[in-house]
């Protein structure tokens, strides 16, 4: 009876420190800007978008479920006030719609994925970018998601349902001219 009264606690601790090491843990992969800030051609719409996306990957563990990445903006140009500062990202290669809000949770397993954060586009009237919510992806208007040209600074929080999720911070130029958006990350 002496006995299992320290087996039992000595198993549970055991099987603790086992789940937490089957447990996922993302990462955000270090800034390349030849990799993560590119400019693509969307067809078959015909414009081309300079685009900040990320790579995303497990740190460890096999699956991470329902992920999701929400950027929030934590310094915005003086005498501008956002509407809104908080806004749920868009995970490439996922459908979109003109949803305004809400998330599109993916699963991350060893291939990783790429998450888009901020675009310009070449047919926009003006300067200024968007953050790549779905809505502003289908359409980008100036109420919806826009950063006016100026410098913001920016946390990016990735979460998951069964782990560990990452987190970088970021400043985005919005830049007078589509092309020159310009974003660095400032802590990972």
């Not at 929400?70 to 719609?97: M, N």
């Not at 070449?122 to 300067?127: A, L, P």
């Amino acid at each position: 009876m002496a006995w299992e009264s320290l087996v039992a606690p000595a198993l549970r601790l055991i099987e603790g420190i086992r789940a937490s090491i089957r447990r996922p843990a993302l990462r955000i992969l270090s800034f390349e800007p030849a990799r993560d800030l590119r400019t693509w051609k969307l067809l078959p719409l015909g414009r081309s978008q300079k685009v900040l996306t990320l790579e995303v990957r497990l740190a460890s563990g096999k699956l991470a479920r329902r992920c999701i990445a929400v950027l929030t903006v934590t310094k915005q140009p003086a005498g501008l006030s956002l509407r809104e500062t908080h806004f749920t990202l868009h995970w490439a290669d996922t459908d979109y719609s003109g949803r305004t809000s809400g998330a599109e949770p993916v699963d991350i397993g060893p291939e990783g994925r790429r998450l888009d954060a901020v675009f310009a586009h070449s047919e926009q009237q003006g300067g200024g970018c968007w953050l790549a919510i779905p809505m502003a992806l289908a359409l980008p208007v100036p109420n919806q998601a826009y950063l006016p040209p100026g410098y913001y600074e920016a946390r990016i929080d990735l979460t998951c349902e069964n782990g560990d999720g990452a987190s970088i911070e970021i400043r985005i130029r919005s830049p007078a001219s589509w092309s020159d958006l310009a974003v660095e990350i400032t802590a990972a």
